[in-house]
């Protein structure tokens, strides 16, 4: 099956500056990759995805890349924001099977004012 | 629109015991996923529900157990409780692209 390793799994930074969170995932065959954040007794929520067709993806402050023949991903985080310290999973999967999501053990990130 | 909502939020039970965890979806959505979230852990997959059926199934004995209602809610079951089995149980709904929602989570303690 499918094996999701992420790293680091703890991350400091001072306001302003970036973050980068990288995982490697084991099954050629998936095609699907979101990433999560989970804020303290909150449930999990989708900040951004990035499909195997597409190298790379930009939302604001948040991009993701990928390289399928490494068979590894990263989330980068520009001009973090101590609202932007939580725990963040990656996760991935083969979409022709079903969403069925495995996550990385997750990285808790805080940003220090 | 009410989201994917979770019941009981948090409950107790004891080893040996059974319990029901029920999942309503996010409105449209048609296929429900359930995780289990260790303390400090990611969530793993236990199983999925589409058309009232289980359609994947994740590396979990069959004490862990589900149903999809036709308004598409969804229950899980665990039977013969097990100290281990104390959790965060995340329901997720979704609807073909794939993007999962999350409910809260319930989340139980095993004494």
């Known amino acids: 099956g499918e094996n999701v390793e992420q790293h680091p799994s703890t991350l400091s930074v001072q306001e302003g500056d970036s973050a980068v969170i990288k995982c490697t995932y084991s099954d050629s065959a998936s095609n699907y990759f979101p990433w999560y954040k989970q804020e303290l007794g909150k449930r999990p929520q989708l900040i951004i995805d990035?499909?195997?067709?597409?190298g790379e993806k930009k939302d604001q402050r948040i991009a993701v890349t990928l390289n399928k023949t490494a068979k590894h991903f990263s989330l980068h985080i520009t001009e973090t924001q101590p609202e932007d310290s939580a725990v963040y999973f990656c996760a991935a999967c083969d979409s022709n099977s079903g969403y069925a999501l495995n996550f990385g053990k997750g990285t808790s990130l805080l940003v220090t004012p | 629109d009410a989201g994917v909502t979770q019941s009981p939020t948090h409950l107790i039970k004891t080893r040996g015991q059974q319990v029901t965890l029920r999942c309503s979806p996010k409105?449209?959505?048609?296929?429900v996923s359930w995780y289990q979230q260790a303390l400090g852990q990611g969530p793993q997959f236990i199983f999925q529900?589409?058309?009232?059926?289980?359609?994947q199934r994740g590396n979990f004995p069959d004490r862990f157990s589900g149903h999809q209602f036709p308004n598409y809610s969804s229950e899980l079951n665990v039977n013969a409780l097990l100290l281990g089995d104390s959790a965060l149980y995340l329901c997720a709904s979704s609807y073909h692209t794939g993007e999962l929602f999350f409910g809260e989570g319930s989340r139980l303690t095993v004494l």
């Open positions: 990035i499909r195997s067709n597409v």
């Open positions: 409105s449209g959505h048609d296929t």
């Open positions: 529900y589409y058309e009232e059926e289980e359609r």
